[in-house]
């Protein structure tokens, strides 16, 4: 069971907008900042959103982070096939005293 | 280029120990903080443990009650991770990454390796 709740999946037609939350508590997300990250199938996990909403260089500005309170939020704008992944994320927990990740969500594109 | 590769996996007993490694190249080693992630089988990503930039504080994951060591050798631009009295609970792929900052915090973990897989079984 993990920290961060994140729906198992979430799926969307070609150029439509898909959003995944990530559920946390006090000790968690409201006091720190969040991560996403995606894994392609069979590969290593890449940075996508750092410190809730800044997009990394090269990283496509289709997706977007946001935060409230205790819930952090990933979209995703003019799905793609392409953007078929695992998404993660991830934020410091400051009762246990370490890094602390969604238990993930597969997006389909169908 | 820019890269971590990950080393030291393997099929291990139940029980016994294992030391992982990990060797960055194209960055300056010493001015990140550094990490380990693992994965199990069809799982999610779990934080294992990580370490300031100059080794002087490292934490990790309370489940893992003591059993894994994190540590670091900057000249060598390389990390490890000590595992002792493994379980097949432990069976998974260890990624190590580097930390965008040089002190274990919220910060993103900006850069991956490939992955070396542990398998732990009799």
Known sequence: QSV???PPSVSGAPRQR???SCSGSSSNIRNNAVNWYQQLPGKAPKLLIFYDDLLPSGVSDRFSGSKSGTSAFLA??????EDEAEYFC????????GVVFGGGTKVTVL | EVQLVGSGGGLVQPGRSLRLSCVGSGFNFDDYAMHWVRQAPGRGLEWVSGIDWNSGAAGSAASLKGRFTISRDNAKKSLFLQMNSLTPEDTALYYCARDKRRTVGGNPFDLWGQGTLVTVSS
């Open chain 1, 76 to 81: 995703i704008s003019g799905l793609q096939s």
């Open chain 1, 90 to 97: 991830a934020t410091w927990d400051d009762t246990l005293r």
């Open chain 1, 4 to 6: 961060l709740t994140q």
């Open chain 1, 18 to 20: 898909v959003s995944i």
